[in-house]
């Protein structure tokens, strides 16, 4: 008895284990979501389906869409009952064409979308390429959209030039008042250094500042300012700027052949009708340039220019002269002048020269202190080989002597003069610039610097780790110095960051001269009424990262043509 007692309980636990079981498994089963399916005879209702997860009802008439819970015969015969009585018991063809009818749309639409879009990229394309040419943007309109039609009609039919007429061009721009007073820029570039945590030149470290003289002054400049709040604070005098004092350090003498010639280039240039006269001469003695250069003071490439060029026209001008009756015509007539002026040509060319290799984007100090120091040892190799007699130097001058059979010596005093007074002047600018270059070196190539007790000396041991490590000898030979250093910081802090405070400053102002001379262009005649934001195009037109297109697009809604 007890034993059927025992074994019943048993059955009875397994049973209701199985029952268990069972229901278990019937749970599982509907835990899975159930969703309807389309079935082809539910176009003959009005419907189609859409391609979503999970399907709905879609209909063909009137593009309302229902719940896949809907997607029953009674529901969608409701609905066509409902809102399409005209359409109740027409033919199986009729709902077929209309079904027909209704996808060709939506294929329409999805084009006219995509080329809405296209055309959203192109327009912002043309956009930039208008803000970088720092050309005016009612440009667009007023002659790259009329052309790109005119093309389109040429070379390829109307219907893509209708399409190209189609496209809107993104032209709005907002008005700003540009602060060009020196101090207002003070008082912005101080107000952001003390408010700033994460500025780049922070005033409560050790910061240095690149500018022209009459913007840093100690006095009253933005560098006098900046003391006050940090008194470690070091600066940098513009070395382009530099250079260009130092040029124009010059005898009496050949200021005068400069005066004299800027002269006779304005006699000419300054009156239209000469002008002219001077241009038809040049046609017909069939010369290679045909118009002389007009001297401008601030730009400091102007004198080389303007002096080769008259150099180079000087049988031209003067033949003018001679014509014209001008007193300036005995200037021609005297080979030492010609001999002075070839001079001046040759030397302001050189100058230049060094000039433009100052200028760039991707510089460093480093960079040019070198360019400098190398162009002092040229000057007194100049004033070694002049001193001999030899002027091959100077190729217009050398040629000039050798063809007019010019007595050399006439014009040494003068050429070796010019030459000291530009030694004394680079020296003047430029103090122990060969000291400040040398004591960089273990910045410039760590691998063959020598001299380490110069540093302190966990800077010593650290620079010796750096040398050791053929990894970054691999890195410096293949990337540039600042790079360079960069890679090293993340393994030797210290060091890394010394190297770099060191190459930080901007050793010239040539980025905001570029910055001035892209705003002068896009601050135009035509524009400086117009409600437009400087900001954004100047911006746009110096930047040197390409913007981002795809995430511009992504956040504008293209507009579709009607």
Known sequence: MDRWLKS???????????????TGAKKKKTDIPKYRQYKEDYVLLGFTATNSDPPE????????????????????????????????????????????????????????TTTSGKALKASLAVSLLIAKAKKPFSIAEELILP??????????????????????????????????????????????????????LQVDESTDISGQAHLVSFVKGLVARIKKENPDVEWTHCIIHRESLA??????????????????????????????????????????????????????????????????????VASFLSEHESPFATYFENTTWLAQLAYLADI?????????????????????????????KKIELWKKTCS?????????????????NYEKGTLKPVIVEHLTSLISAFKSYFPDIHERSVQLDW?????????????????????????ADRGLKL?????????????????????????????????????????????????SKQRNKLNVNLEQSLITAVASVPPRMEKIISEHQPHISH
């Not at 309980?9 to 199985?18: E, I, M, Q, T, V």
């Not at 389109?152 to 399409?163: G, N, P, S």
């Open 147 to 200: 052309a790109a039609g005119m093309m389109a009609e040429i070379m390829v039919d109307k219907k893509t030039a209708d399409q190209l007429k189609a496209i809107p061009l993104s032209h709005q721009t907002v008005s700003r008042r540009v602060r060009e007073m020196s101090a207002d820029i003070q008082d912005q570039v101080v107000n952001k250094m003390k408010a700033s945590q994460s500025f780049a």
């Open 57 to 112: 009802a879609l209909c063909f008439f009137c593009g309302e869409r229902l719940a896949n819970s809907s997607m029953k015969p009674a529901h969608l015969q409701r609905h066509l009952k409902t809102k399409h009585q005209c359409h109740v018991g027409k033919p199986v063809e009729f709902f077929k064409r209309k079904l027909s009818d209704f996808q060709c749309s939506q294929k329409v639409l999805q084009k006219a």
């Open 8 to 22: 019943g309980s048993c059955s009875s636990r397994s049973g209701d284990a199985d029952e268990g079981n069972q």
């Open 247 to 316: 040029s124009k350090k010059m005898s009496p003498q050949l200021h005068g052949t400069l005066n004299d010639a800027i002269k006779v280039i304005n006699f000419i240039k300054s009156r239209p009708l000469n002008s002219r006269l001077f241009h038809t001469l040049c046609e017909s003695m069939g010369s290679e340039h045909t118009e002389l250069l007009l001297h401008t003071e601030v730009r400091w490439l102007s004198r080389g220019r303007i002096l080769t060029r008259l150099f180079e026209l000087r049988d031209e």
């Open 475 to 523: 890195l410096f030979e293949s990337s540039n110095v600042t790079r360079f250093w960069s890679s090293v910081m993340k393994e030797h802090p210290d060091i890394g960051k010394m190297a770099l405070e060191k190459l930080l400053p901007f050793g010239s102002t040539y980025l905001c001269e570029a910055s001035f001379s892209a705003l002068s262009i896009i601050k």
């Open 443 to 467: 910045i410039r190539n760590p691998f063959l610097f020598s001299e380490h007790e110069k540093l302190p000396i966990c800077f010593q041991e650290t620079l010796i780790e750096v040398c």
């Open 388 to 404: 001999g007699g030899e002027f091959t130097c100077f190729p217009l001058s050398d040629a000039y002597f050798s063809i007019n």
């Open 348 to 376: 302001f060319s050189k100058l230049n020269e060094l000039n433009l290799s100052l200028q760039g984007k991707d510089t460093n100090i480093l960079n040019l202190y070198d360019k400098v120091a190398g162009f002092q």
